[in-house]
Protein backbone atom coordinates (compact mmCIF):
# COMPACT_ATOMS: atom_id res chain seq x y z
CA UNK A 1 0.00 0.00 0.00
CA UNK A 2 1.17 3.52 -0.74
CA UNK A 3 -0.41 6.37 1.51
CA UNK A 4 -0.55 10.62 0.93
CA UNK A 5 -1.35 13.57 3.12
CA UNK A 6 -3.51 16.40 2.26
CA UNK A 7 -5.00 19.29 4.34
CA UNK A 8 -2.11 20.77 5.57
CA UNK A 9 -1.70 24.83 5.74
CA UNK A 10 -1.53 27.85 8.26
CA UNK A 11 -3.93 28.90 11.05
CA UNK A 12 -3.68 30.80 13.42
CA UNK A 13 -3.39 29.61 18.06
CA UNK A 14 -6.61 27.74 18.97
CA UNK A 15 -8.15 27.23 15.02
CA UNK A 16 -8.68 23.59 13.68
CA UNK A 17 -6.92 21.83 10.73
CA UNK A 18 -8.17 18.44 9.44
CA UNK A 19 -5.23 15.95 7.98
CA UNK A 20 -6.32 13.63 5.47
CA UNK A 21 -4.23 10.36 4.51
CA UNK A 22 -5.79 8.56 1.55
CA UNK A 23 -4.09 5.21 0.54
CA UNK A 24 -4.25 2.79 -2.61
CA UNK A 25 -4.46 -1.11 -2.69
CA UNK A 26 -7.12 -3.18 -1.96
CA UNK A 27 -5.80 -4.32 1.38
CA UNK A 28 -5.86 -1.12 3.48
CA UNK A 29 -8.91 -2.68 6.11
CA UNK A 30 -6.15 -4.74 7.13
CA UNK A 31 -3.71 -1.97 7.92
CA UNK A 32 -2.89 -0.17 11.27
CA UNK A 33 -2.55 4.23 10.38
CA UNK A 34 -0.74 6.52 12.29
CA UNK A 35 0.25 10.56 11.95
CA UNK A 36 3.74 11.30 13.20
CA UNK A 37 5.29 14.82 13.07
CA UNK A 38 8.24 16.18 13.13
CA UNK A 39 10.29 19.62 13.07
CA UNK A 40 13.81 20.53 12.06
CA UNK A 41 16.85 19.35 13.90
CA UNK A 42 14.15 16.79 16.16
CA UNK A 43 13.23 13.05 15.64
CA UNK A 44 10.26 11.91 14.15
CA UNK A 45 7.28 12.02 16.75
CA UNK A 46 4.11 9.41 17.14
CA UNK A 47 0.92 11.58 17.23
CA UNK A 48 -1.91 9.50 16.81
CA UNK A 49 -2.61 5.91 15.93
CA UNK A 50 -5.73 3.84 15.01
CA UNK A 51 -5.74 -0.17 14.69
CA UNK A 52 -7.16 -1.95 11.72
CA UNK A 53 -10.43 -2.05 12.35
CA UNK A 54 -11.01 1.57 13.14
CA UNK A 55 -12.24 0.56 16.77
CA UNK A 56 -9.15 1.56 18.84
CA UNK A 57 -7.46 4.97 18.81
CA UNK A 58 -3.76 6.04 21.07
CA UNK A 59 -2.82 9.48 21.33
CA UNK A 60 0.60 11.22 22.24
CA UNK A 61 -0.16 13.31 25.66
CA UNK A 62 0.70 16.40 23.98
CA UNK A 63 -2.97 15.75 21.87
CA UNK A 64 -4.85 14.09 23.75
CA UNK A 65 -8.07 15.36 24.16
CA UNK A 66 -7.33 18.14 21.16
CA UNK A 67 -6.46 15.24 18.19
CA UNK A 68 -9.28 12.71 16.90
CA UNK A 69 -7.98 10.13 14.41
CA UNK A 70 -10.61 8.50 12.56
CA UNK A 71 -10.23 5.17 9.97
CA UNK A 72 -12.63 5.16 7.26
CA UNK A 73 -12.24 1.75 5.24
CA UNK A 74 -14.81 2.31 2.72
CA UNK A 75 -12.97 5.29 1.37
CA UNK A 76 -9.40 3.87 2.07
CA UNK A 77 -8.82 7.53 4.50
CA UNK A 78 -7.44 8.02 7.78
CA UNK A 79 -8.25 11.35 9.17
CA UNK A 80 -6.77 13.65 11.94
CA UNK A 81 -9.00 16.59 13.45
CA UNK A 82 -7.04 18.89 15.17
CA UNK A 83 -8.39 21.37 17.13
CA UNK A 84 -7.48 23.86 19.71
CA UNK A 85 -4.55 24.16 17.70
CA UNK A 86 -1.03 25.64 19.79
CA UNK A 87 1.86 27.15 17.92
CA UNK A 88 4.35 24.17 19.10
CA UNK A 89 1.69 21.82 17.29
CA UNK A 90 3.48 23.36 14.46
CA UNK A 91 5.26 20.58 12.14
CA UNK A 92 5.34 18.53 8.74
CA UNK A 93 2.97 15.96 9.71
CA UNK A 94 3.82 12.41 8.11
CA UNK A 95 0.77 9.33 7.61
CA UNK A 96 2.43 5.73 8.37
CA UNK A 97 0.46 2.25 7.56
CA UNK A 98 1.61 -0.81 9.28
CA UNK A 99 0.75 -4.11 8.83
CA UNK A 100 3.97 -5.83 10.30
CA UNK A 101 3.00 -5.56 14.21
CA UNK A 102 0.57 -5.82 17.06
CA UNK A 103 -1.20 -2.18 17.64
CA UNK A 104 0.20 -2.10 20.87
CA UNK A 105 3.70 -2.54 19.75
CA UNK A 106 2.93 -0.09 16.68
CA UNK A 107 2.39 3.20 19.08
CA UNK A 108 5.40 2.04 20.85
CA UNK A 109 7.35 1.37 17.92
CA UNK A 110 10.41 3.71 16.90
CA UNK A 111 9.35 5.41 13.72
CA UNK A 112 12.78 4.42 12.22
CA UNK A 113 11.08 0.79 12.51
CA UNK A 114 8.24 1.60 10.17
CA UNK A 115 8.43 1.62 6.52
CA UNK A 116 5.11 2.96 4.85
CA UNK A 117 5.24 6.91 4.78
CA UNK A 118 3.32 9.73 2.59
CA UNK A 119 5.59 12.95 1.68
CA UNK A 120 4.21 15.07 4.30
CA UNK A 121 2.25 17.86 4.71
CA UNK A 122 3.11 21.22 6.49
CA UNK A 123 0.71 22.44 9.38
CA UNK A 124 1.99 26.19 10.99
CA UNK A 125 0.29 27.42 13.92
CA UNK A 126 0.82 31.27 14.42
CA UNK A 127 0.51 32.76 17.84
Known amino acids: VQVAESGGGSVQAGGSLRLSCTASGNDFVQFTMGWFRQTPGKEREFVAG????????SYADSVRGRFTISKLDTENTVHLQMNSLKPEDTAVYYC?????????????????????WGQGTQVTVSS
Open 50 to 57: INWSGTTP
Open 96 to 116: NADNSRSFSNYVKSSPASLAI
